[in-house]
């Protein structure tokens, strides 16, 4: 018998299927196309349809077609299609076929044995059907693997030291969340918690029907009543849009001939900003924290005892997921695996290891350092035009492009300085000045004007940096070589000594170095600080004001977390709270920096100890 076993993760939304190839376990598929839609059905000819081929048609025929098949396994209940019953197992059966013939036209050889993913929640009778399914599709199931043990192998989470990983798994129909502990082979799942009925096609469906609104609104037309082949363009056009905002602060959305009037075509033509789909979905979002904190409650963990948090799932792509886990735990979920693939690359190392190959983890390209552009914002509660937030982050899979939105910072500014730096420091002159540039002839407009900065890195570590005026389109770049080549020190020197060429071109503080934060504080407070006109008259950009009228969004932030918390919270807790609130509206009101970090620092110990009882 072949020694080949392939690992598949048999999902909700999309199936995979790994093995080990060319020295790596690799997520095989014809072409580009690695992700298999779990979507089986029937065309009008009677022509079995698996796959991409039955996503296109389920719109516009249900009852030729069935997904999610997947939240059935395990039951007896048969489902129609195309005129005929099947068994649960026997739909999975069907798309585990189509992933083995996937395997065989990439290696050469067809597969008879794999190790299959599951849900941990899955019972006995759920196991048994993955099981079934897969002798059904004619493969030897040798082992049934829980996903999030799949996850955690992907990640590298198999060195035989002992880990305590959050795993938040966020995909397009469900939506779980584990708390394992993983010591070399052994993955023990301590707790588990989420919802069958939450995920991407949730935000899809919210975004479709904005996109319906928008068009009612412009051609007095609904199309959801009595148009199936309107509504699934524009649920097309909103999975879409959801994809490109992960990663672009604005998404066109032009949908032609959408709808036909009296022999004259009628268009959809509108912009969604991240902010508005982030809006959309953030209840959604913001409900499955409630599933992290009953997840570490059952565990017996507190957000303290956690060594990473993992993402899997295509849908943890959206900025949202990852800013609100980071403000719920404290640490910053780790993407460096693609979390569409994950369980499968988990799965296929695991099926590697059964085949004899000693593979440790995953090998991905990831960009070791973090990218970003300085602008003018908010230190101390002064203005400061070195701030700093990274564009392209560290450990993130390559070849990647990002983008963010700044504003100018002042009436008819017409130019821009655009400054490039290597690191993570939130002060820009700590980091490493990897490249500047301008973009002069701007539209001189009273209001501020949106500077879009697009960042590519690719797999040879070439940085291309662009800014773009949004209002009209004009923009000015840079390339940069070896972006990901460490720097020597001859290089860092002269990065540094450029910096002080910036300083000293505007007259900052040209000899300061600050060591620390608490260095900026105190230089706050005795006014070495650029003062509001000094920072207008410069060519900085800004970031976007945030919703909080006073500037500081991770303080209102730490501030709405504790009042969502007081009606749990014992009573001298409570107390503690509301007193530590009162501290830091005063402190923010007086501007007192010093104040205000001891009484945030004294509120997000205490909520550290809150949650981890509740």
Not at 63 to 68: C, F, I, L, P
Not at 100 to 121: D, N, S
Not at 309 to 318: A, E, F, K, P
Not at 406 to 429: F, I
Request: include cysteine.
């Amino acid at each position: 018998m072949s020694d080949l076993i392939v690992g598949i993760d048999l999902g909700t939304t999309n199936s995979e299927i790994a093995a080990f190839t060319g020295g790596q376990v690799r997520v095989l598929g014809p072409g580009d196309t690695r992700m298999l839609p779990s979507c089986v059905g029937f065309s009008a000819a009677g022509e079995l349809l698996v796959g991409e081929a039955a996503r296109n048609q389920q719109a516009l025929y249900p009852e030729r077609t069935v997904r999610s098949i997947k939240r059935q396994m395990g039951s007896q209940e048969k489902v129609r299609v195309g005129g005929k019953d099947f068994l649960p197992q026997e739909i999975s059966a069907l798309i585990l076929r189509e992933l083995a013939e996937w395997a065989h036209r990439a290696l050469g050889e067809r597969p008879q044995r794999a190790v299959i993913t599951v849900p941990a929640y899955f019972s006995d009778a759920q196991r048994n059907a993955t099981r079934e399914a897969g002798a059904l599709a004619g493969l030897e199931v040798v082992r049934i693997l829980n996903e999030p043990t799949a996850a955690s192998l992907a990640y590298g989470y198999g060195d035989g030291s002992r880990h305590t990983v959050l795993i938040y798994d966020l995909g397009g129909g469900t939506f779980d969340v584990s708390v394992v502990t993983v010591e070399g082979d052994i993955t023990e799942v301590l707790a588990s918690h989420g919802n069958n009925h939450l995920g991407g096609d949730d935000f899809d469906d919210l975004l479709a029907e904005r996109l319906a609104a928008e068009f009612e609104k412009q051609h007095g037309i609904d199309v959801r009543k009595g148009n199936p082949a309107a509504k699934a363009r524009l649920w097309w056009a909103a999975e879409e849009a959801k994809k490109k905002l992960s990663f672009e602060p604005y998404v066109k959305i032009r949908e032609e001939a959408l709808v036909t009037r009296l022999f004259r075509p009628l268009h959809l033509e509108v912009e969604i900003s991240r902010d508005e789909y982030e809006a959309m979905i953030r209840p959604l979002v913001e409900s499955t924290l409630d599933s992290v904190s009953k997840a570490l409650q059952d565990s017996g963990k507190k957000p303290g005892d956690m060594d990473a948090i993992l993402l899997v799932g295509g849908s943890t792509r959206t900025p949202l997921v990852s800013s609100l886990l980071i403000e719920k735990i404290g640490l910053e979920p780790r993407q460096d695996v693609h979390p569409d693939l994950a369980v499968a690359l988990g799965a296929g190392v695991m099926a590697s290891r059964l085949a004899g190959r000693a593979v440790e983890r995953v090998l991905v390209d990831v960009s070791p350092y973090s990218f970003g552009v300085s602008y003018l914002g908010e230190r101390g509660g002064y203005p400061y035009p070195h701030c700093y937030k990274p564009i392209i982050r560290r450990n993130t899979p390559l070849p990647l492009t990002r983008t963010e939105r700044y504003l100018t910072s002042h009436p008819y500014q017409t130019q821009v300085d655009v400054q490039v730096y290597q690191g993570d420091d939130e002060d820009a002159l700590k980091n490493i000045l990897v490249g500047d540039f301008s973009i002069e002839g701007l539209t001189a407009i009273e209001d501020a004007n949106e500077i879009l900065c697009r960042m590519r890195l690719d797999l040879d570590g070439i940085l291309e940096v662009a800014a773009v005026e949004k209002l009209t389109g004009k923009t000015k770049h840079i390339r940069i070589e070896n972006a990901l080549r460490a720097k020597s020190a001859e290089e860092i020197a002269a990065g540094r000594k450029r910096i002080q060429e910036l300083y000293e071109t505007r007259g900052e503080m040209a000899d300061e170095e600050w060591e620390t934060t608490e260095d900026l504080e105190e230089d706050v407070l005795e006014g070495d600080v650029l003062e509001d006109d000094e920072a207008a008259g410069s060519n900085a950009i800004e970031m976007p004001a945030p919703v909080h009228a006073d500037g500081n969004a991770e303080i209102e932030g730490l501030l709405e977390r504790s009042r969502r918390l007081l009606a749990k919270m014992h009573a001298e807790d409570r107390e503690e709270a509301i007193d530590l609130h009162e501290k830091i509206d005063k402190a923010m009101a007086s501007r007192d920096a010093a104040a205000l970090k001891e009484a945030a620092g004294a509120l997000k110990e205490l909520l550290f100890f809150v949650e981890g009882r509740i």
